[in-house]
């Protein structure tokens, strides 16, 4: 199937958001960036870029130092698609709002992202609360070029995430299920 912003010549929208703290998250800034440059599609991208200074060599793109969470909701609305790193409430938005499923990437305590690995536990936790199909818009690996730029190339599929998470009943799902988790957690 074509989608319409092919058959219109109507560039579609890419957001990419890494939250507020204060830890860089450059190296998915230059995943998405190689991504996009092999692209031959129109694609404006839309990104809160936090406290980077990552130089992008993309051309079509808007940068946000930060959001305020108004803003950051019309933007996941309005995406075609949507980054996020792993912060609560950057997933519990995508899934909530996002008109297709958003991918996840957490950041990582080695690569100096972030104090400590939370965001990939998280992840984790919710990618295994989802079905098999869905588990790849949870991001594992440290190496998250292959699937960044699956990704990106890939035609968007319809929002399903909310189904299984953020539901009246996935919240209680989630909210028991991460109790345990919490509690059994070595971090």
């Known amino acids: 199937m074509v989608s319409k912003s092919k058959i219109l010549g109507k560039s579609s929208l890419i957001f990419v958001t890494v939250g ?80 297709n499923n958003p991918l996840f990437v957490p950041r990582l305590a080695k690569f100096a992202e972030h104090v400590d690995n939370h965001q990939l536990f998280f992840t984790e936790f919710l990618r295994n609360k989802v079905p098999d199909r869905l588990k790849k818009y949870f991001l594992l690996e440290e190496n998250i070029d292959y699937n960044i730029q699956n990704f990106i190339k890939e035609r968007s599929k319809k929002n399903t995430l909310n189904k299984y998470l953020f539901n009246e009943s996935g919240k209680k799902n989630v909210a028991v299920g991460l109790e345990k988790f919490i509690k059994s957690a070595k971090v």
């Open 20 to 99: 507020s703290t204060d830890f860089r998250f450059d190296r998915l800034f230059s995943v998405v960036d190689k991504g996009l440059i092999k692209q031959n599609h129109n694609i404006t991208l839309v990104v809160q870029s936090g406290n980077s200074q990552y130089n992008w060599l993309y051309k079509k793109i808007i940068i946000y130092k930060y959001l305020n969470p108004l803003k950051i909701n019309s933007f996941i609305k309005k995406a075609d698609k949507v980054i996020s790193h792993s912060g609560f409430a950057s997933i519990y938005l995508g899934i909530k709002y996002a008109k």
